[in-house]
Structure formats: C-alpha cells, structure tokens
C-alpha cells in the first residue's frame, strides 16, 4: 500500500478514536451538543495541532484539510445522539460497556497518534534527530487527551491512568528502530500496535508504576 | 474608510472588551492587581496569539505592537480600581449591572475577534481555504475566553453558556460570504453584528442546545 | 567567558531548579513516577518551548537538542526518590525545609528563564522591540509554571503568590537597560538576582499587591 495512504487512514482512525473519546468526556460533564463537538474535535485535532505547530508546519494540516474536523464532528454528534437515547447509561449495564468503550478509543488514539507523530518528523524535509522523533510523537500521541482534560476540568489521564506515557514512549522507540530497519510500514504498524497492547494490559491487568501516597 | 485602519479601530474595541471581562473574572477569584492585568491581557491578546501561531506569523502582532497589551493593561486595572471602590459589589444593586457589562463585554469581544481572525486569514500570502478562514475565525474569537477560564480554573464560557461557539461559527461564516460578494467591510460588521446579537439573544432568551443531563 | 557557553550553563541551571519544582508539585499530587517526570519535564522545558514558537524557532531548542530534557528527567527521577524515602515529608520536620526549596527552585527558575527569554529575543536575526524582548523574556519565566499548575489543576502561583511576575517584569527591564550600557553578560546577570531576590523577599517578607476581598 502507498504510505501516504496508509498514514491518511492511520489518521482518520485516530481521529474517530478520539473524538469519540472527546465526547464521551463531554457527555459526562453535561456540555451540551456543541460543547460535544468541540471537546471531541479538540480531543481529535489537538495532537497534531501541536505537532504542526512544533515542526513548523503553518498553517497545520488540520486547519487546511476539513477532513479531520469534519470526521470528528461527525462522530462527535454520534456519540451525543447515542448518550442521549441511553440516558440512564450510568446506572445500567451499558455503564461498563461504556467504560471499556472508552478506554479502548482512547487507547486507539493514542497508539495512531503516537506513531503518526513519529512519522512525521521523520519525513521533515530538514534534518531532524531521533530524540526529536520521539519527543514529538509522544506529544502528538497524548496532547490530544491532555487538551481534552485540562478544557474539561479534569486532572489529565497521563498523570494518573496506568502506564499511558510510558505505552507512548516505548511504542514510538519501537517505531523508529522499526522504520530503520523494516521500512515505514512495518515500523508504523508493530509501534501502533504495542502502544495499543501495553496500554490495555496496563489498565486491565492495573499495572502501576510507583508513586509515594500520603497517609 | 481605510480598511486597515478599520481593522486596527474593531481590534482595539475588542482589546478593551475583552481585558475588562478577563478582569472582570480575576476580579471574582479575589486576585491581586497583577492577576488582573495579567488574565484582562491574557483573555484580550490570547485569540490573537493563537490566531498568528496557526497562520505561521511569527513573532505574533501582539508582540511587535504594544499598543495591544498596553490598552488591555490600562482597562484591566480600570477595572479592577472601580471594583476596588465597589466591595460590596456582590451584594448590592450593581451586581446585576456587573453580570450584565460582563456578559456585553465578552459578547463584543467574541464578535469582534471573530470577524479580525477571519480577515486575517483572508488577507494571508498564501492561498487559504474557506475552512480555515472558519476555522481560524472561530478559534481567534473563543481562544482568549478559553485560555482566561482554563488560566482561573473555571470549566471553560464555551462549553456552559448558550449558544457560544455556534454564534461565532455562523458569524463567520456569514463575514466570509458577505466579504465576497460586498467587500472586506461590509462582511466584518454584518459578521460582527450577527454573532453579538445572538449571543446576547441566547443569553436573554435562555437558548440552549441540547444537552444530557444525568438524574 | 564565552556568551554562548554562560547561556548554555544558565540554562541547565534553569531546568534543573524548574524540574525539581515541578516533581515536587506531582509528588504531593501523589503522581505515579512518569507522571513527575512529565510535570517536572514540561515546568522545565514549557517556558523555553512558549518562547521559540513566539519567535518563530521551528523546531524549539528544546526538541533539537536532547539534553535539556534528559538533564529535567533525570532531576524529576531523583526528587521522585528522595521524596520516596522520606514518606512522612509533611509531618516532619523536612516540610518545612521542603516549602522553602520549592520556594527556592521556582524563584531560580523564573530568574534564569526571564533573562535567558530576554537574551534570545534581542540575539534574533530580525530586528525586535523592547516591547517583545520584555514579553517574550516574562512568558518564558512564567510559561513553564502556568503549564505545571494548570495541569496539576491547581490555580496558577502567578495569579496567588507575591509578588511573581513583576519581579519578571523588573527583572526583564533591568536586563535589556544593562545589556545596551554593559553588554549582555552583566545585564543577565545583574537581571537574575534582582528577579530571585524580590521573589524571594516578596515571599520571606509576604509582599502583596492590593487584591479585593469579598467579605
């Protein structure tokens, strides 16, 4: 497959995934139906804003390609249209479903963003090194969700969630070594895919990396 | 009228708009007078810095003109002396005043910047797109408002108050046709018209979208 | 002394004081280990990053050069372990000390930040103002601890401590005055203590501005 296509698809993915996330959120807060909008196209869009801006991409490629925004209002809306047919979502079954639902999307976006990133600053046309690969992939991975919690008062996800940078970090080594010696492809996907894995383990299996508790 | 200085005359006026509804809200989180200054200035240049960050104008206009910053300092600590001379403000007659100008003050704002951030994405070097044109509209007319609630820790005007957001988009959209068909001028006012008067409509008529609420 | 190498030294300084009180607000926010080295990583390396997109620095220092990060990380790391080995920090006689070095490594860091900002906006090959050098020099003071406090979701220290961005301000004026008549080495240096010793005093002594209370 042509890479480009493959990153574009990559991209649409992660965009769902974490707008869906985004309003999910939002849903939560009680925001109404713009508000959805908004916090799930901030979710979708976020990362890569501050990528662009990083790399010094003007204007970014979300604010010149509707595609992205357009997807993730769309799923956006989805998400509030469904939230409001399930009302009582908190107390019933679906809760958990919910939950999962949740935990999944955000995992999603966090592993396409994270290697989408890495990809990236690795196609600058000017030199780039790998710390700054890395650096700037795990910001496109996790600034989405960091705007998401900072905009809707909450504590972000990366401060307190099992294993979420670290997932984040690792994968986007794994990328890098990966595109070295395999191609892009291959480094995109494997990367992606452990992201993926070791943050789904990390929350079910609720590893946790130390942290000192006052009592 | 010369466009630019039409321009620069909306930007100030929506200066001061906006610095007097950012210390408005430091005022109420019982800042000290620089907390003021500093959120008024925040709330009143932000949109604009957010705006020339996307647009690739570096360093931003705010920072090469202090006429800006100036003026939102000025108003800022206007403010804050007429409420220092006000204690009571809470509890007297003038509080309803208060929640009004302050509801006047961000609308005017929220217009103004609105219509500014569309013309300058219209007038770039570069070939824009009608989607960034909105886009970067939309972010300049909401982004002082979100920096100034993130920075003071409230949940951010954008996702709580009727009608935000939606009567920026639509402004700018309309600025946008209109300045095709009419010329830069008369777009920016019908825009800025459009969007102040919904909002203040929305805010009397207590229009809202809807929104889930859990019970 | 070589300019550029006493730049390069006030800055590690400046990381390594803004990295430690960075992980000591994620340690009493009972933070995982990533989760310090991410909050000390962005007070250190936010201001720097703010600076460099304003001036147009694509991509920022911090992101080409790897060290500024690893040098935060790794003090992160180690504020992580001291803390972790003295559990009981508030209760006992430490805190105290404790507050004070917090109080301390921010102040070092706002001095440094301050007029190492100042010093990258006069040195940019395009002419700029006064006005920005001061702007640019204050935001990348401030910059790194607004990051560190709205992400911790407490209020920004700039809008509750004494006296803290007007000693930037100070600090910031004086520097660019000394650099004209003295040359850049003394102007920074000169910059930096009074920046650290009116935080400090303002502290020690509790300066306030006026602020208005509600009674």
Known sequence: MNIDTFVFIMEIIGTIAFASAGAMVAVE????LLGVCVLGMTTAVGGGMIRDLILGVNPPVMF???VYALVAIAFSMLVFIVAYYNHKLQE???YVAYDRLMLVCDALGLAIFTVVGVNAAWNMEYETTT???IFVGVLTGVGGGVLRDVMAGNTPY???KHIYASAS???AVVTIVLMNFFGELTGMIAGAVIVFVIRIFAAYFKWNLPRIRKD
């Open 29 to 32: 807060k009680e925001m109404d």
């Open 92 to 94: 019933s079954k679906l």
């Open 169 to 171: 970090i690792i994968g």
């Open 64 to 66: 010149q390609n509707p």
């Open 131 to 133: 710390f700054l690969q």
């Open 158 to 160: 990366i401060f307190v």
